[in-house]
């Protein structure tokens, strides 16, 4: 009896020690993704499901551009498997990471898409491509996709899965934002923010678009910056601006005290909302944002 307990309990040890090892192999087998960007993190998280760990680095509620990452950003991109960037130069603070941190792949997941240019250069793009959805679908899923692939290929056709649910997804996205949008006349389509944000949703859906300043990184909100666009509102009669929820909202209260025109409720750009707000992934975040436009100005 002694011996056979003995063997029982060594066998029960056996098998708890190799579930413990089956465990911690998976754990460690999940990827580790870092991302610039809380909308880029989302995007991610939709497409990698619960094949990884996905974090970002700029805060909620903080301006990208103008970030300064500390110690523990470096530590988390270090021990990160691959860290997704959008490009374009809204990373300012990226050279001090890549001084910093040489033994992760730095992905730009954007830099392959169109260009529009800020306005006053020929040929320096705005890097907000993700305000329009279908470059998302194009540019931000592929790569992301195709990406995920090669760093864990057995996990390949769930990847494509995931990506093809969320193509389906962007794309009643899409639809949804131009038939909202429709409903605004058209001496109305005129969005004006602080950051003059807006450029690839107004190609995509038929709006002018205008801001204090081009970049948060470029911020200045100077009298004649200011003058230009309080006699753009004057000119244009538009019943609403905009101002958007990284970014100082004194600007455009400014804006909208000198010209008597209503400062709307805020519209995200950098980043998604958090939990508390109705914009807490990229595609509610859109929604909101339009929602808060077609309201405004229709």
């Known amino acids: 009896m002694k011996v056979l307990l003995t063997l029982l309990l060594t066998s029960i ?3 708890t020690t190799g ?33 990884a760990e996905v974090n970002y680095i700029v805060p ?11 110690p523990s950003d470096f530590q988390e991109i270090s021990d990160a498997d691959v860290f997704f960037i959008n490009g374009y130069n809204i990373e300012a603070w990226l050279e001090q990471v890549t001084e910093n941190v040489t033994d992760v792949d730095v992905i730009p ?5 169109p260009k529009i240019p800020l306005e006053g250069t020929d040929d320096i793009p705005d890097p907000h491509l993700w305000l329009n959805p279908l470059h998302v679908r194009d540019y931000y899923v592929d790569k992301i996709v195709t990406t995920l692939k090669e760093l864990d290929s057995e996990n390949s056709e769930y990847y494509q ?25 058209e001496d109305n389509r005129l ?14 859906y038929g709006f002018d678009t205008n801001g204090i300043w081009e970049l948060n990184a470029h911020e200045e909100g100077t009298p004649q910056q200011i003058a230009n666009i309080i006699d753009l509102v004057n000119e244009s009669e538009v019943p609403a601006v905009f101002a958007e929820s990284t970014v100082d909202p004194r600007y455009m209260e400014n804006i909208s005290d000198e010209t008597g025109v209503e400062l709307a409720k805020e519209v995200y750009t950098d980043a998604i909302g958090d939990e508390e707000t109705n914009a807490d992934s990229y595609i509610n975040m859109m ?6 436009i077609v309201e405004n100005l229709k």
């Open 191 to 204: 969005i004006i923010t602080s950051e003059h944000a807006f450029k690839y949703y107004g190609d995509r």
């Open 161 to 185: 899965e995931k990506a093809d649910e969320y193509i389906e997804e962007l794309e009643e996205l899409d639809k949804y934002i131009e038939e909202e949008t429709n409903k605004i006349p």
């Open 19 to 51: 579930c413990q090892e089956t465990s911690e192999e998976v754990d460690s087998n999940e990827l580790k993704i870092v991302t610039s960007l809380s909308i880029i993190a989302d995007m991610t998280e939709e497409i990698a499901g619960d094949k």
């Open 60 to 70: 909620l509620g903080e301006e990208p551009e103008e970030y300064e990452p500390t």
């Open 109 to 113: 997941i954007a830099e392959e898409g």
């Open 13 to 15: 040890l056996l098998v």
């Open 287 to 292: 929604k909101e944002s339009t929602k808060v």
